[in-house]
């Protein structure tokens, strides 16, 4: 390469001469900031190309850039999430900037030291996917790292906020399994592990949207909720309880798709046909939800737009944004083969 070739460790000297443009021009486009025109960017790439450059991560910290991103997830079975992260990393294309993805864990102490590791490392900026920490709590983070929080519907000076409207959501699932003549429809929760904010969880405004839509049609008697985890396992034990009931359920609406696939197992064990015997709905509409021998009636949130608007707002926040922005977006109702009319 062209560094090789010259015995020495090329310089941002040497591709600003090379590119024929000041070494500040070529400093806006390794931080992919504002005010360069796609033709100087091109120019200058291309200099980096013919020259081998590749900038110092120890230099970077020095001037206050890594050119990383700090992702923090709660845990990594979740295909939602594998989702957002796609939807991430289409939006750092183009860019120097990596992703560092860092494991919280179920309790608010391992997410501290998760977050702590990023912040070690000076990462540029941090993702925050479902996060367990209270509002004071992030807003420390993101007063010294621009700091994005993905799924709490808070709002922040700052940090900026995405979420989809969990309360449309649940209302469009519930409602449709009421319109497919349900009666006794359960719902598979969560159980609170955040720091003192649960109005602000998605879990819990869906679990609370499910409650409402159940007594305006005068369904209050039939409320039924297990509340475990949004995990398969979670989903497995939570519909065993409710499989349990006397009656039991015509229709499970599961808080997240990876709950609904362990639902699904538990239905399975028990000898009962989806929806024949019993409708099951998810929310999240996951790529497996849509696969021939699943079918999973399910609410559509995006997790790619959601990880796009994140990382384009994360970017906006490295360059000097200082505003806060609050982004939600609506949700769709999918309809597939697992909910049907009542029997």
Known sequence: MGGA???????????????????TAVSKVLRNAYGVSAAMRDRVRAAIDELGYRPRNAARAMRGHTFTIGVLLPHISNPFFAEILDGLMTQLGGTDYQAILVQGGKDPEGERRAIDALVDRQVDGILMIAPLGSKGELEEVAAGTPTIVLGPHEKSALYDSVHDDDEAGAELVVRHLIALGHRRIAHIGQRDASRGRPAALL??????TYRRVMAEHGLAGEIAVAATAYTEEGGYA???????????????????????????????????????????????????????????????QDGTIMGRTAGRLLLERIQGRTAAVDFSLTPTLVPRRSTAPCR
């Open 203 to 208: 879990h819990t405004i869906r679990e609370r």
């Open 238 to 300: 939570a519909a065993r309880v409710l499989l349990a009931r006397e009656p039991r359920p015509t229709a499970i609406f599961a808080g997240a798709d990876l709950a609904a696939f362990g639902a699904l197992a538990a239905l399975y064990e028990a000898g009962l046909a989806v929806p024949a015997d019993i409708s099951l709905a998810g929310y999240d509409n996951t790529r497996m939800s849509g696969l021939a021998h699943i079918s999973l009636t399910t609410v559509d």
């Open 5 to 23: 070739a010259r015995g020495r460790r090329i310089t941002i000297a040497d591709v600003a001469s090379r590119a024929q443009v000041s070494t």
